[in-house]
């Protein structure tokens, strides 16, 4: 009866696999070993002996290990810096350069509110100021392309009349399907199409990609609310805009209802979270002087750039552009001044009674006349001991401030520490 090989290991355990030691050669045959040398049985001669003869193993088998995490560190040294450059930038003459950046390039902005505000308006003025090369920023002067992505709107009732209205290079702007074999409704998605939706950018030198609205672009299979989910599908579509250089236009709506912060008001904004570079928000100011309806347009987030960047008013206007049908109504949007409300001021003062809206505006009527005798200046102790004496409250003294948006320089440390507020046009950076 023969016996294993006192050489080779005795596996214990059914289905184990170990390395085995390479079985000794013999100098008689070189390469060669018998199976009788691992016997006790005698090893045959004759004809029959190099029927039992096989070739020598030179690799035994054995189990690969699988790939080992690892942790790479690469010095700060070793990083390449860039410079933030601006899809839209409002800096306006006399300020320095890139200061009022709104829309950083090559990365996800959100633009936000309620319904009826003219959120897609505005995606569509912006489409057609960059297909013509006229809006302010890094591009200004070089028309690009744009992918205009929708699942709530008409293109041809909706979208490519007010893309008319707007003045866009037709040629220019894009709309987008996915052709698949095997689903005959298919539609853009993420994260699945993220490698195609790249390519084609690059194909097309597009610089804007409009996501109206940016949630309905995500699998129906990721939950809307659940926040990792989310973010690992924008988290590919956000890598791909840096890597085939195109910004990302993400259309979200208000919730119905929450606080005054229009940052925590944003759908799905916990699960954007850093992903989002920039926001801007929209509202209705319902206090015109004319008795009509205003419209603000704020930066909220600016992650890149300067925070507390003035707010603008704007209005959506009816226009009529002729179709191969007749002509047709529709509307665009139209940037206005910069505005001394902002959609957050505005949140705010739909939760404080009439009086305390009067009282605020009433002291900030009464502050902006005193800073401005004063040379756009004043310290904030005598402001608020001479406010109180005419009348106003130390808050509404506040809130006119912010409504202003008043800046604050401190000078000197601990007791001769001063506060002092400057209207923004008197206020001077320190160098």
């Known amino acids: 009866m023969s016996t294993a090989h006192p050489e080779w290991p005795t596996v214990t355990k059914p289905g184990t696999r170990k390395k085995l030691p390479e079985p000794p050669r013999f100098d008689d045959v070189p390469g060669q070993a018998s199976v009788y040398d691992y016997t006790d049985e005698p090893e045959p001669s004759g004809p029959l002996a190099p029927v039992l003869d096989f070739p020598a193993q030179d690799e035994p088998p054995y189990e690969e290990e699988p790939p080992r995490r690892r942790i790479v560190l690469t010095p700060a040294s070793a990083v390449r810096m860039r410079r933030v450059r601006w899809l839209w930038d409002t800096s306006p003459e006399g300020v320095p350069p890139h200061s009022h950046g709104r829309i950083p390039m090559h990365s996800l902005t959100i633009a936000a509110g309620g319904p009826g505000l003219g959120k897609s308006q505005f995606a569509i003025w912006m489409a057609a100021q960059i297909t013509r090369g006229t809006l302010p920023g890094e591009l200004f002067g070089s028309p690009r392309s744009v992918i205009y992505a929708s699942t709530e709107d008409s293109w041809a009732y909706t979208i490519a009349p007010r893309l008319v209205a707007a003045g866009a290079d037709m040629d220019r702007v894009f709309h987008i399907a996915v052709h698949d074999d095997e689903t005959l409704h298919a539609r853009l998605t993420l994260p699945s199409d993220i490698s195609l939706l790249g390519e084609a950018c690059e194909t097309y030198s597009v610089a804007l990609l409009v996501a109206d609205p940016l949630l309905s672009m995500i699998d129906d299979k990721v939950d809307d609310y659940r926040a990792r989910e989310v973010r690992a599908a924008l988290e590919p579509l956000v890598s791909m805009a840096d890597r085939y250089c195109f910004t990302i236009l993400g259309l979200a709506h208000f919730t119905k209802s929450g606080a005054a912060d229009p940052l925590s008001r944003i759908a799905g904004s916990g699960a954007f979270g ?8 929209f509202s209705r100011i319902e206090d015109g002087e004319d008795g009509e309806d205003r419209r603000v347009l704020s930066q909220v987030k600016n992650n890149l750039g300067r925070e507390g960047l003035p707010s603008f008013e704007y209005r959506i206007q009816s226009a009529s552009v002729d179709t191969p049908e007749g002509p047709t109504d529709t509307s665009r949007f139209v940037l206005g001044p910069e505005s001394l409300t902002s959609v957050t001021e505005q949140m705010s003062n739909s939760g404080r009674t009439p009086e305390e809206n009067d ?19 004043d310290e904030m102790k005598t402001i608020k001991a001479v406010g109180v004496k005419e009348g106003y409250s130390s808050s509404a003294l506040d809130r006119a401030k912010r409504k202003l948006k008043i800046k604050t320089k401190q000078t000197g440390f601990g007791k001769d520490n001063r506060s002092f507020w400057y209207l923004p046009e008197a206020y001077v950076e320190d160098d």
């Open 274 to 281: 850093q992903l989002v570079r920039a926001a801007v928000v």
């Open 359 to 377: 009282a605020t505006n009433e002291a900030a009527s009464w502050l902006r006349g005193h800073l401005t005798d004063h040379g756009g200046t």
